[in-house]
């Protein structure tokens, strides 16, 4: 079974509109931690943020925000007012920290801000 | 260093050949990891090291893959007999810790076998 679903393949919106990108996880670990990394079309994989299992405080950052709620196992990332270099492919990822220090890696989204 | 760096960039090979694929960790971060990613798909785990050992191979497509680590720093993957399939960007990472901290990504190598 996947550790990490990332429903969406692709998401096209016009610049400006907000976009919700979902990350679902599964682990029975009670100590985990959530990643977002972006990849743009140049390629190199560039981190974002990284969330501990226990602190499900929403994280805002310029016009990124994140929200993690362990009730529905999902770490969803926003972006607000969206702009062309926001295109790329986004991962969201899990590691845990009893069962193994591998990361697992959802499929991506990939995310297309027409302008 | 400044940031995880992995030469070559490109390599372009023949199939049946060897390749090995060079990956220079941040200064200090004890997890090392290799990645591969076809085109257009996700991230393929291969191998973990944990200083100089790897706890976890479980990733390895074949037995034509292995790699190592030295000095808790430099680390090489070599593909043996290389095949057509093995063509994908070949992605090294490093963390201060395993799990509990971010990973940071090299450039990647593009691996092409004709």
């Known amino acids: 079974a996947q550790k990490v679903t990332q429903a969406q393949t692709e998401i096209s919106v016009v610049e400006k509109e907000d976009v919700t990108l979902d990350c679902v996880y599964e682990t029975r670990d009670t100590t985990y931690y959530l990643f977002w990394y972006k990849q743009p079309p140049s390629g190199e994989l560039v981190f974002l943020i990284r969330?501990?299992?226990?602190?499900?405080q929403n994280e805002i950052s310029g016009r990124y925000s994140w929200n993690f709620q362990k009730s529905t196992s999902s770490f969803n990332f926003t972006i607000t007012a969206s702009q062309v270099v926001d295109s790329a492919v986004y991962f969201c990822a899990l590691s845990e920290a009893m069962t193994g220090n591998q990361f697992y890696f959802g499929t991506g989204t990939s995310l297309t801000v027409i302008p | 260093g400044a940031g995880v760096s992995q030469s070559p960039s490109n390599k372009v090979t023949e199939k049946g050949k060897d390749v090995e694929l060079r990956c220079d960790p941040i200064?200090?971060?004890?997890?090392l990891y290799w990645y591969r990613q076809r085109l257009g798909q996700g991230l393929e785990f291969l191998i973990y090291f944990q200083g100089n050992s790897a706890p976890d191979k479980s990733g390895l497509p074949s037995d034509r893959f292995s790699a190592e680590r030295t000095g808790e720093s430099v680390s090489t993957l070599t593909i043996q007999r290389t095949q057509q399939e093995d063509s994908a960007v070949y992605l090294c990472a490093s963390s201060l810790y395993p799990a509990v901290n971010e990973q940071f990504f090299g450039p990647g190598t593009r691996l092409t076998v004709l």
């Open positions: 969330r501990n299992s226990f602190d499900e």
């Open positions: 200064s200090g971060h004890t997890a």
